[in-house]
């Protein structure tokens, strides 16, 4: 079975800075892939790579494609950063800000028609042909806030805002969807609806998703595999295996924490 | 009385491209103010000055040489910030100065400033042609087409620069188309307030229209409201006080602005509240 993501021997460098070193791992179909690390291990920089937005030596195939296949097959990730920097009085609703998710037919069926060529039956992509008002509601449906739909952005909540961004990212049935630490600015009320999201989409969506968070309970509870990093990958595996290894939770934890006492020193 | 005015043709000409006008400074001033480019208009303006003396000088229709001039220097103030870092006030700055001065050394050079210069500086909406109304109509028809087509990237552009390009959005080429038609409107839009008072038209219906608190497209409606009743007052004002129609239909503008934010405040229309998001750092 073709992985929906391939990376090997993936680095990127910042000056003479490594931020991310020689890391390899892939993630299949359906999996819900918790990344854990410490500040500054460089999870949004790998995630920035993914996306094509940032140099990078190595390899990173999405459905085994490389190059202009894997530029065009971009516009169908979803991605939900920390925070989306925006103006506060931007005069625009939750409608508004989900349907900048809506992409082409053309670019949709383009997408479908290469995934097909790698053996993958990509048939939902298809299913997103057609009235963008229907997928916009249906995102909204999906993330609970359709009756927030003509509301100001400015007006929401933190939590809320996230949800926006995920409804943003399936009006497009994203091939993958990435979440870097998406709950870092939310209430703990709101994190627990927001986790809920997640687990739904990919559970009932069958949507991939790779999703960096420091909350271990969290990514206990609702990942099926971890990767855990700090510049170099340390682990890439089921998350039975992650959370029954002692010494590397020791590890994990440890190093957090020095690079948290660092960052503190650091400012 | 109204009727009288509109009996003449002049006052027909100067009332359906000043709507037009108006109708175009205020959607593309929509998306200027949101990516903080308000001084954009008065940049790209003083640019045109440069570009109306260069007219001037070589005996050349001078708003042809404006429109050339200033599409330069949209693009030169794009490519500025891009490849220098600077910000986008500097980069104005630096534009802004520019056109001015090659303007003012044209213009000492041809023997000082003629009655086309003024015209040009501080608008002449009475006096415009047939040929000027229907190119000003034709103009005005496209932007608007093009901005209603495009609406969805530039405003997915303006909300997040980088959200767009990893929509897949051709954020670069975007950029520039933007800074292309806000060039063609700011050229097109001097006959009516001036270069020394374009900006007021790009930037004060859109802060009004912004303190009703209401999504984009509303927005863009209640600015090009704003902006046409302001056009259309400030010229049938300006016919009967006799007294410059560019500076009134600021100054009703202005007006109106004051009379929204004084609204707002009294509690007449519904204030937004902005929640805080807690500050995070960021990761990698």
Redesign the interface.
Known sequence: MTSVLEVEDLSIGYNSHL?VDKISFDVAEGDLLGIVGP????????FRAI???QPYSGKIKLFGFEGSKYRSL??L?G?VP????????????V???V?????SDK?LVKGAKLIQQCGCCWDRIYKKIGNNDDKITEALKTVGLKSLR?R?I?????GE?QRVFIAKSLVKDPLLLIL??PV??VDVESQAKFYNVIKKINEENNITIIW?SHDLDAISKYANRVACMNRKLFFHGGKEEFFSDEELLKTYTESSMQMHMH?HDGH | MVIEALSYGFMQKALVSGIAVGLICSFMG?FLV?RRYSLFGDGIAHVAFGGVSVGLFLGVFPLWTAFIVSILGGLGLQKLRQSTQISGDSAVAVVLVSGLAIGVILVSSSGGFSVDLFSFLFGSILLISNEDTLMILAISAGIIATLTVMQ?QF??LT??E??A????LPVTLLNYAFVILASITVVTSMRLVGILLISALIVIPNIA??AF???????VGISMSISVISVVSGILLSYYYNVAPSGTIVMIAVAILIAVLGARSAGLISK????K????????
């Open positions: 931020a500040n500054g291990a460089g999870k949004t920089t790998l996306l094509g937005l971009l516009p990730i991605y920390q925070k989306v920097a925006f103006e506060p009085n931007f005069p625009a609703t409608y508004d800000i349907s900048m998710g809506v992409i670019k003509n100001r400015g007006e929401l909540s933190g805002l870097d630490e870092t600015s960096s960052n | 929509t949101l969805k405003l997915h909300f997040n980088e959200q390009k990893i929509a897949g229209a912004m608190g209401k999504g984009f497209k509303k927005t937004i509240e902005i929640k998001q807690p500050q995070t750092t960021h990761n990698s």
